[in-house]
Structure formats: C-alpha cells, structure tokens
C-alpha cells in the first residue's frame, strides 16, 4: 500500500515540478542605475545593499563602497581573461564540472523535497529502545560521564549551614526544603538526571579544575568548593567512565537520527527503484 501511494506522489510531483523545479533562460531586466561596468557586465545600485553596516556612515562608508566595486571589478576582469585565455581542452573539462554540479543540484534538491513530504519522522520510544538494546557495542563511551547535584550560592547568603545539613541529608523533605532555598541561589542542580561530561562538569563548576580527576571520578555525598563569588555544593551521584556502555537517556537523540537516517537511505532506494521501473514500462530506459 505504501508504495502505490508513493509511486502515485511521485508521479505528481515529478509533473508538477517541471513548472517550479528548474530556472527559466530569461533574461533578467534591471531598470536602475548602473554603478559599474566591465565590458557587457554591469553592477547596479541594488548589488550594493548590505555592503555598508547600518552604524557606518560618511568617509568610512565610502571605503567600503569602492573596496566592494574593486573587488568586483577584479573578479570580473579576472574571470573576462581567463575565458579568453582558456584552452578548449579546458574550457570542455570546466563546462563538464559545471553540468555535473548544476545536475547534482537539480537532483538532491529534487530528493530532498521527496523526502520531507514522504518521510515518516515519528520515532517512538519503542523504536529507540530496540535499536539501543540491539546495537548497545556502537554506544560505548569516549569519555567519562557524571550525574551530580550541587547548589552555588554567594559568600553573603544567610543560610549557609542550613544549605549545608539539607544537602548532605538524603531524606526527601529535606531535599523539599533546599528547594525552598533556591531562590536565593546563583545556580542549582537538584533532581535532575541529566548525564554530563566530565568536560562541561569543569565548565559548570571551575574550582573542580584544581580537584585531581581520579578524586572527582568517584561517587561522593559531599564536596564543597569556593571561588571569588561563592560557594559550591557538589554531590557525584553516579559516573561512567571511557568504553563503559552510554546509558540510553543519553543516547536518546542519536539513536532517533540514525534511525531517521536509515529511514531517509530506504526512501530514496524506494524512489530509485520506483522511477527505473516506470521508466522501463514506459520505454523510456532501455539496456542494449
């Protein structure tokens, strides 16, 4: 059923496009004033736009004027040479190259509409678990992974200690009640799950750059660190450490785009294998 619907999309399209896909040969009419001039090409007003920032005015913006008009002016000059110059030899290689890029354009661009219209992009969780629990040797780690908690509160907060005792304790109305201060908190960290790099754990909280790795890479309750502004109050819940399996929660987003992936791969082979056959049955592809 889904390839009848579409074989008949594709038809559609490919009628439809013929309108809207490919540039018509007319010629552009440009009734403005001309700038600038290298034998038949001209440089208008209009290609001017943009070329002096908003905040640029007087002397300064007329250096950027003449400095655009120059450059222009050489490429052209350049390019005017070079197709009077070039060898026929080498002028057929770079019409070549030229046809072969204008056709890879003509034909991605084409793909890629196909594509976001047919492309089922739902990835449920379902999907996502089986392919991890299937492919779990592609997600071994090349770093080391931490789930952490910590508060960051100014050398002028009032409750320190009652900070401290609340975020030692493991009772959950205790956690309730340091919520209740994170107001007054510079930045917090407390019942999310979130995996994070040992990298971006330097970044978040920089007095750990002077703690050794070994000491940070390990489970702890309670590390307190300062810096100028403040006090920080780490917990390291759980980590992970290189070619250790990635958790799935960390995953989860990879995992969608590869399947996402795969499922772009079999869509074109689908369109391929679609447009060879009905060429086929309509005459219009032949093998000799």
């Known amino acids: 059923m889904r390839k009848i619907v579409l074989y008949c999309f594709l038809l559609s399209v490919l009628s439809c496009d013929k309108l809207s896909v490919f540039p018509t040969n007319k010629k552009e009419q440009r009734n403005?004033?001309?700038?600038?001039?290298?034998?038949?090409?001209?440089?208008?007003i209009s290609d001017l736009e943009g070329v002096v920032p908003r905040d640029v005015f007087g002397q300064d913006s007329t250096v950027l004027v003449k400095s655009f008009?120059?450059?222009?002016?050489?490429?052209?000059?350049?390019?005017k040479k070079a197709e009077e110059n070039i060898s026929a030899v080498n002028n057929e290689k770079v019409n070549e190259l030229v046809t072969n890029y204008r056709q890879s354009l003509y034909?991605?661009?084409?793909?890629e509409r196909l594509i976001q219209q047919q492309l089922d992009t739902i990835v449920s969780d379902t999907s996502i678990e089986k392919y991890y629990n299937q492919h779990k040797a592609n997600f071994k780690l090349n770093e080391e992974l931490l789930q952490i908690k910590f508060i960051y509160y100014g050398k002028d907060f009032l409750d320190k200690k009652e900070a401290e005792e609340k975020f030692k304790s493991s009772d959950i109305e205790d956690l309730e009640d340091l919520e209740n201060l994170t107001i007054?908190?510079?930045?917090?960290?407390?019942?999310?799950?979130?995996?994070?790099?040992?990298?971006?754990?330097?970044?978040?909280?920089?007095?750990?750059?002077?703690v050794s790795k070994e000491k940070l890479l390990?489970?702890?309750?309670?590390?307190?660190?300062?810096?100028?502004?403040?006090?920080?109050?780490?917990?390291?819940?759980?980590v992970l450490y290189r070619n250790d399996v990635a958790p799935l929660s960390y995953t989860r987003e990879n995992i969608k785009q590869l399947i996402l992936h795969k499922r772009k791969i079999d869509l074109?082979?689908?369109?391929?294998?679609?447009l060879?056959?009905?060429?086929?049955?309509n005459n219009e592809f032949k093998e000799y």
């Open 32 to 44: 403005e004033r001309i700038v600038a001039s290298v034998g038949d090409k001209n440089l208008y």
């Open 69 to 79: 008009i120059n450059t222009w002016a050489k490429k052209q000059l350049f390019l």
């Open 107 to 111: 034909i991605n661009g084409y793909k």
């Open 184 to 210: 007054n908190f510079k930045d917090y960290k407390l019942r999310d799950s979130t995996w994070i790099t040992y990298e971006k754990v330097l970044q978040k909280i920089p007095p750990f750059r002077y």
């Open 218 to 238: 390990k489970k702890s309750k309670y590390i307190k660190k300062e810096d100028s502004l403040g006090v920080y109050l780490v917990a390291v819940n759980e």
């Open 268 to 274: 074109v082979r689908e369109i391929e294998k679609i």
């Open 276 to 281: 060879i056959n009905d060429a086929i049955k």
